[in-house]
Antibody, heavy 116, light 109 residues
Framework: QVQLVDSGGGLVKPGGSLRLSCEAY????????MTWIRQAPGKGLECLAY????????YFADSVKGRFTISRDNTKNSLYLQMDSLRAEDTAVYYC?????????WGQGTLVTVSS | QTVVTQEPSLSVSPGGTVTLTCGLS?????????PAWYQQTPGRSPRTLIY???TRSSGVPGRFSGSILGNKAALTITGARADDESDYYC?????????FGGGTKLTVL
């Protein structure tokens, strides 16, 4: 069955970097747009970035533009989010999600905490 | 910047009907925004209820329905149950990207 497994979260100091990964199982990964969505503690959802099937068509929310990079490796069925210049307000649970006509499958989320 | 608006909180009695709405701080929501609705319970990943305005996602019961009401997208729950108590998020496809509303916390009491 379709499964997305998020990993790579943790505690990082302000200004630091972190790379999140999302491994996909149970579907043809290269056929789907993929996205990263985050949720700050007690807050709502924010779509950060999405990437097209071949690695193009990227979008970034203003809040992370210039600091975060989305990429994918279709040979490894994996999605990545490189996060640089992290700020306290980037503290959140980060989810990867598959995008068909909607966000139809989500990972379990990985917690990123930015604190000194 | 246009903001996607939702009621912060609503309540409904068990068995009752409630309508959640999704609007824009400037302008009207239409089917061209491909509105979608997601349900999230604490500690869980969201799941799709409705997409493309009124298409129910696989496995979603018929008591959840989507529509356009006036200048907003709407999610109507008929015959509310205790386990419908959740956070509900709408999503709109806007020229600047895919944008979530702030969410509605629904209480069933």
């Amino acid at each position: 069955q379709v499964q997305l497994v998020d990993s790579g979260g943790g505690l990082v100091k302000p200004g630091g970097s972190l790379r999140l990964s999302c491994e996909a199982y149970g579907f043809t990964f290269s056929n789907y747009y993929m996205t990263w969505i985050r949720q700050a503690p007690g807050k709502g959802l924010e779509c950060l970035a999405y990437i097209g099937t071949t690695g193009s068509a990227m979008y970034f929310a203003d809040s992370v533009k210039g600091r975060f990079t989305i990429s994918r490796d279709n040979t490894k069925n994996s999605l990545y989010l490189q996060m640089d210049s992290l700020r306290a307000e980037d503290t959140a649970v980060y989810y990867c999600a598959r995008y068909g006509e909607h966000f139809d499958y989500w990972g379990q989320g990985t917690l990123v905490t930015v604190s000194s | 910047q246009t903001v996607v608006t939702q009621e912060p909180s609503l309540s409904v009695s068990p068995g009752g009907t409630v309508t959640l709405t999704c609007g824009l701080s400037s302008g009207s929501v239409s089917t061209s925004y491909y509105p979608a609705w997601y349900q999230q319970t604490p500690g869980r990943s969201p799941r799709t209820l409705i997409y493309n305005t009124n298409t129910r996602s696989s496995g979603v019961p018929g008591r959840f329905s989507g529509s356009i009401l006036g200048n907003k997208a709407a999610l109507t729950i008929t015959g509310a149950r205790a386990d419908d108590e959740s956070d509900y998020y709408c999503v709109l496809h806007m020229g600047s990207g895919i944008t979530f509303g702030g969410g509605t916390k629904l209480t069933v009491l």
